[in-house]
């Protein structure tokens, strides 16, 4: 980070901010990142002049944990009193008229809480607050029970988020973006590039965006539950137990909403460890996952939690992509997850892959905000809908259902809140955003591609105007992304798609574009093309002129103007004996101005005489006209024995053997745009 924006931010949040390198010394590993920060700021600035040191050792001195847990349970009894620092959570109880609190390294023992304590810190009610609690043996109640005398919280509460947005006028998106890294606890010279470090923030979108659902899989050791779980109190993190309905959504017996119902994020971390032996809880989490509802033992509750699913996956030789042993990467999550249902539920895949590994060279070495103000306003700012409400009225996803729709927008809605907090969003903002929020989308539905190929066809999502991003486990879906797009959405006159042999993937796709211009003379041929190409345009000519009485034109009308014939990524040289009945089709497709359904590619050659003669790897160009989202796809009867070797693919394709050119007219082209779109 340079003098100059530390310079800034130290003015512009004064005591709001902390040097993140000092979180990370030694000793301050008992405590969420957020209290450490709480208590070194107040260190700072504290008028005793406390030292780091002294923060170390109070930490050290009054947290319990696992081994501590009998010896301060001893001393309260002995002593009638006793403190610690510890997360306290409390809730009405409405029979008795108090409030009960609970502390975890207690084991949850019910303690109680005075009500000048909730009515002075009502986030008490609100997942809790970690602070430094005297407890005491109320020796007067009966039966005893234990009471909170003293609460000092550890965190900042109610933040003036007036003042939050006010200073993000003080930055410029960039600024503003590597302060929000620094934040998180991450270099921002860690992420090269924007999208990388929008990558990183979308894993705090599940703070700010509520009912939002995220998976992220990658290697080891790159901080996917890290950031969550050191932000805020409102997180909670469970990892690798045994989950349950009384747990995650409501207990029965003692009438209680589970963390679910009660935190804003919950973070499954370690996924695949967690065990779901109820197939009713996972039948619950489906309809939670959908509709934010919580129903259980004839109750009914809505809650805002967003969940986080985080998990490990291999990685192939070089360290860049999953290894290919995955068929889809959700086989990372457990069994009882590994559903589609599930899967399109989830919103946004973040590619932990992409993310490095927790070294000094990534963690912040400037200063930031301090994490639980920072975890505060993002939890501030998931209140506010006009972001989610902007975006809907902008902005509409191409080729997307509903939940799509839904998916990308709680996203993108998420990252516009950290990055935009005083509303001010400009395009420059949704051209970043909105393709981050379309590939977690993306990526999502490439999985279920997979999983369910005769259900979940493959699509590209997009935003009209904006650039699609290209990551590298995508691949060659996005090579031709527009193209493929307007081909499966929009009937097209003079265009339509061939199916070719070479590309990555083992087949790919290409466009003849065909158009029936002023003038005379035999076609003539643009684009990448050599012989066999120019033989096959020549070929389909003759063909129309042959049939044009049985095909709906005239050989004059054919005559009377001169087609141009457009070539687009078809260069290699055994792609043209596979031309024909393509360019046959476009040709005549841009004479009669009727056009080419949309979700069509093509394969086969021509004759002069219109017959439709068999062809070379069928099985590479089924693979890619499902890979770029073709439904029917024409190819020769002479081919139609190989079929049986196909099977998959024979479910996921409308696929039609045609011996003559006119069988493929009638399946190709409508009598009218309107006809075409409703086909």
């Not at 053997?657 to 086909?679: F, G, I």
């Amino acid at each position: 980070m340079n003098q100059e924006l530390r310079n800034k931010i130290e003015h512009v949040f004064d005591k709001l901010v902390v040097d993140k390198r000092e979180a990370l010394k030694a000793g301050f590993e008992l405590m969420p990142r957020f209290v450490t920060e709480f208590l070194l700021a107040q260190a700072k600035t504290s008028n005793a002049g406390m030292e780091f040191d002294e923060v170390r050792r109070r930490i050290a001195r009054y947290t319990v944990d696992a081994d501590r847990k009998n010896a301060f349970v001893s001393e309260l009894m002995m002593k009638g009193e006793a403190s610690l620092i510890a997360l306290l959570d409390v809730e009405p109880d409405l029979a008795h008229g108090e409030h009960i609190g609970r502390i975890a390294q207690l084991d949850g023992q019910p303690i109680w809480v005075p009500n000048a304590i909730v009515e002075e810190y009502k986030e008490l009610l609100y997942g809790g607050l970690w602070g430094s609690a005297k407890l005491v043996i109320d020796r007067a109640a009966e039966p005893r029970r234990v009471a909170v005398q003293e609460f000092r919280p550890y965190q900042l509460t109610r933040p003036d988020m007036d003042a939050f947005r006010r200073a993000r006028d003080e930055f410029s998106l960039e600024e503003w973006t590597d302060l929000l890294i620094t934040s998180a606890g991450y270099r921002p010279e860690a992420f090269p590039t924007f999208r990388g470090k929008l990558l990183v923030l979308s894993r705090l979108t599940p703070l700010t965006q509520p009912n939002l659902n995220v998976v992220e899989l990658g290697p080891r050791g790159t901080g996917k539950s890290y950031l969550l779980r050191n932000l805020s109190s409102r997180v909670y993190l469970l990892s690798g137990a045994r989950a349950s309905p009384a747990t995650l959504l409501y207990d029965l017996n003692k009438k209680r909403l589970g963390i679910i119902g009660t935190k804003k994020v919950v973070v499954f971390d370690e996924v695949s460890h967690t065990a779901f032996p109820d197939l009713a809880l996972v039948a619950a989490l489906k309809d939670f996952m959908e509709s934010g509802n919580i129903a259980r033992g004839g109750r009914s509750f809505v809650a805002d939690s967003s969940l986080v699913f985080t998990g490990n996956l291999e990685l192939d030789g070089e360290g860049r992509l999953p290894s290919k042993q995955y068929t889809h990467y959700f086989e990372a999550l457990p069994r009882a997850l590994c559903d589609v249902a599930i899967g399109d539920r989830i919103h946004a895949f973040i590619p932990g892959w992409e993310i490095p590994k927790i070294s000094d060279e990534v963690l912040a070495d400037g200063v930031g905000l301090l994490s639980d103000y920072f975890g505060e306003v993002l939890g501030e700012l998931r209140r506010d809908q006009t972001f989610l409400d902007f975006l809907q009225q902008k902005k509409r996803l191409v080729n997307a259902t509903l939940r799509d729709q839904t998916a990308v927008m709680r996203t993108a809605a998420g990252l516009l809140r950290m990055l935009y907090p005083n509303g001010k969003i400009g395009e420059e903002g949704l051209k970043h955003v909105l393709p981050v929020a379309t590939e977690l989308r993306q990526r999502v539905h490439r999985q279920l591609e997979r999983m369910a190929p005769g259900e979940y066809k493959p699509k590209i999502l997009y935003f009209e105007g904006i650039d699609v991003h290209s990551p590298p486990d995508l691949g060659t879906r996005f090579e031709l992304e527009p193209q493929d797009v307007l081909a499966n959405e929009v009937p097209q006159v003079g265009k339509i798609t061939i199916l070719l042999v070479g590309g990555k993937g083992g087949g790919g796709v290409g466009f003849v574009e065909c158009a029936h211009n002023p003038g005379t003379g035999r076609p003539r041929i643009t684009g990448l093309h050599g012989d066999a190409l120019a033989h096959s345009v020549e070929a389909a000519y003759e063909a129309l002129l042959s049939l044009s009485g049985n095909l709906g034109v005239s050989v004059a009308d054919l005559r009377a103007k001169k087609f141009a014939v457009h070539l687009v990524n078809i260069s290699e040289p055994k792609d043209g004996p596979s031309a024909g009945l393509a360019i046959a089709l476009a040709m005549l497709s841009a004479a009669t101005k009727r056009p080419v359904r949309p979700n069509v590619a093509v394969t086969g050659e021509l004759s002069v005489q219109g017959n439709v003669n068999a062809v070379g790897g069928i099985a590479e160009k089924l693979t890619a006209a499902a890979r770029h989202g073709r439904r029917l796809v024409l190819i020769p009867a002479e081919n139609a024995s190989e079929l049986g070797r196909l099977p998959e693919l024979g479910l996921q394709l409308d696929i039609h053997p045609v011996r003559e050119l006119r069988e493929a007219v009638e399946l190709v082209l409508a009598e009218s745009p309107q006809a075409a779109t409703s086909a």
